[in-house]
Every structure is written in C-alpha cells, then in structure tokens.
C-alpha cells in the first residue's frame, strides 16, 4: 500500500504564504499522475494543481499565477507553495497519488488551510 503523509498547514493571513508537504511510503510504483486537490465545507472536492503522466502540470484557474506545484523525487516528497492566498481558498487540502496499474487513486488525510484576518 501507498501511505501520503501531509503537513504545512495552518492559518495565514489574506496575501500571505503556505507550503504543503506531501511525502509517500510504502510499495513504490511508478507514479502515472499526483497532486493536490482541496473541499471546503459543503462543497465538492476539487482539482487543486496535477503533475500528469508526462509529467506536465495543471492548474484550477483559480489558483492560476498564485499556486506553484512542485516534487523532489529523491525524497519521495511532493510540495504546494501557496501564494497570495485569498479567504476562498480555505479548504482541507488532500495529497493524490495514482500508481500505473494499481486501477485506484490513493490520499493523504487531509491538513486544514484557513485564510482570515
């Protein structure tokens, strides 16, 4: 099984700066796509950032030009620096794996981001 780890969440203030964490163990596959994803409450979680199986990235146009997804492979750790953040963008966020041929997606538990004054 794949266990993802998160960290780096917390409070911050309207403008100001997060860096999530993502960090997976367990049996190593070849990853096909990974990101993040985030579901405020009474709403449907949603594609946050995605590195794609070419290893190209994807961004929700929300957080075009603020949000930056980043991995270092060595530590097996994936990362979303979050900038200029506004109060939308509170959410729990959820790291997201899918190894090639494991035929399921596999999540962290969560680490809650909240933007307020």
């Known amino acids: 099984q794949v266990q993802l780890v998160e960290s780096g969440g917390g409070l911050a203030q309207p403008g100001g700066s997060l860096r999530l964490s993502c960090v997976a163990s367990?049996?190593?596959?070849?990853?096909?796509?990974m990101g993040w994803y985030r579901q405020a409450p009474g709403k449907q979680r949603e594609l946050v950032a995605l590195?794609?199986?070419?290893?190209?990235?994807v961004y929700a146009d929300s957080v075009k030009g603020r949000f930056t997804i980043s991995r270092d492979n060595a530590n097996d750790t994936m990362y979303l620096q979050m900038n200029s953040l506004k109060p939308e963008d509170t959410a729990v966020y959820y790291c997201?794996?899918?190894?090639?041929?494991?035929?399921?997606?596999?999540w962290g538990q969560g680490t809650q981001v909240t933007v307020s004054s």
């Open positions: 590195f794609t199986s070419r290893g190209s990235t």
């Open positions: 367990g049996t190593i596959f070849t990853i096909y796509t």
């Open positions: 997201n794996v899918y190894p090639m041929g494991s035929g399921r997606n596999y």
